[in-house]
DNA sequence: TAGATTGTTAATCGATTAACAATC
DNA sequence: TAGATTGTTAATCGATTAACAATC
């Protein structure tokens, strides 16, 4: 049995035995919070652009639309260096403890497969590298593509495992055909990679330790129109 | 004021006065439920390949990992004809009902601005039109790129306005660089259009009555090597 | 008829919002 | 010192899950 002794500092914060405070530095994040991280990142920007050396959790929480009770909460997750009452948050360390907790700063190194059209774009996509994602090369099976694009190489298909594999790639960017995604997904997990971004429509299946994460257009725009329905129709009934 | 008087039908669910009928049909749906109604699609789909007629709500909350309550719940928001006690749902009016819930069967037509890599990916990308979206042309401001792509015509900038409003398009993609989003956004919302589509980085003002639907990557791809990181870690920890 | 399964209502769980003691 | 603002705890709200009467 383990005994915990809490005591309380200052404010009445619980001060946590050391050896919990580890577990306690990786909370179960909900995706919610997730989503409303670059928010807070995008509004601090443009506070820093303007000048301004600290911002309050109400000033924050009014320009990304929020409440400022969740602000404060969810910036609680991310900060090292404490607010101050009556003066606010430092805005520049802010930025740099949002920066770290979605990763940005520490760049991580990725192949592509399937160089096609949305692969291409993609690997010319220069803005990856400000979110910290390096797209090393890219993989096809024709032909025709291989070469170079902005400045990436790019492959036949048959020298992906070992190049992920001898470069430790821990993350694919999947561009294919549909009826190819899951073949593709296949090789790369035996290459090592735990991390599969698929912008193809086809439900991949991985092994547990195996993340996937769909970028879904169908849902977006699916949400998208089904907003715009709504406002259509909530104008016709107000030109009634 | 208003009196409402509510029978019970069989089964105990309340009687609707028609009147407010046509509002309850409309209710406000999360964008939770939403996102949960491509993955009953998706394996209704698969139901169907193998022949299944009927499926029940614990057999396709099975499938798509979810618990079978909430199955009920999303589908009662989409059908049109009910399920049967002991029997369960018919595969193939639900994925009809589920697909005009979601829009794929009203076609609707949009314009894309900025023919770049992404743009170009996105014009040749025949998958929308399952979705129910059909881009009638692209418009760019450098004329290396006017002609056609996929059969679309790719225009001048200066022709999007008259050509959306004389064509009544309500949906804009929004593949622009970055510092040029806002200015094509203003100009699509002149013409009449009602959502964006925006795949840029670019934060969007935009009046009430227009949706804007961010295809926001950086967010993504934050949740995506965040759960990696959790993996790596997990695993670490479980080596020692 | 008996039992499986529906649609819906009630209970539980988690996330958001409000309130407040601590304090700069 | 007085008041603004922090970090956190308590109250509220909404979404998920479980339970159940209706019924094929």
């Given at each position: 049995?383990?005994t ?6 200052r404010?009445?914060?619980?001060e ?38 600290t ?11 929020l ?68 797209i090393i ?11 170079a ?11 992906l ?25 296949d ?16 439900q ?24 715009l ?9 107000e030109?009634?």
């Open positions: 049995m383990t915990t002794t809490t005591t309380l500092n404010r009445g914060r619980a946590v035995p050391a050896a919990l405070e580890t577990r306690a530095a990786n909370p179960p994040v909900s995706l919610a919070v997730f989503n409303r991280m670059p928010l807070y990142l995008r509004g601090l920007k443009a506070l820093r652009e303007e000048g301004e050396l911002v309050s959790s109400v000033a924050l929480a009014g320009r990304v639309a409440n400022p009770s969740v602000v404060k909460k969810d910036l609680s997750l991310v900060i090292v260096n404490e607010g101050k009452p009556k003066v606010g948050y430092r805005v520049d360390s802010l930025i740099e403890d949002l920066e770290n907790f979605l990763g940005y700063n520490n760049t991580k190194d990725a192949v592509l497969v399937g160089v096609g059209r949305l692969g291409q774009a993609l690997m010319g996509y220069r803005g990856f590298e400000k979110y910290g994602l390096n090369a890219g993989f096809d099976t024709n032909p025709e593509v291989y070469g694009i902005n400045g990436k190489k790019v492959l036949p298909l048959g020298k495992e070992s190049a992920a594999r001898r470069l430790a790639i821990k993350i694919a960017v999947l561009t294919v055909p549909e009826e190819a995604a899951q073949g593709a997904a090789t790369v997990i035996r290459a090592g990679v735990r991390a599969i971004w698929n912008f193809t429509a086809a991949i299946r991985a092994p547990e330790n195996v993340v996937v994460k769909n970028e879904d257009m169908a849902v977006s725009l699916a949400v998208l129109s089904q907003q329905k709504l406002i259509l129709e909530r104008e016709e009934r030109e009634k």
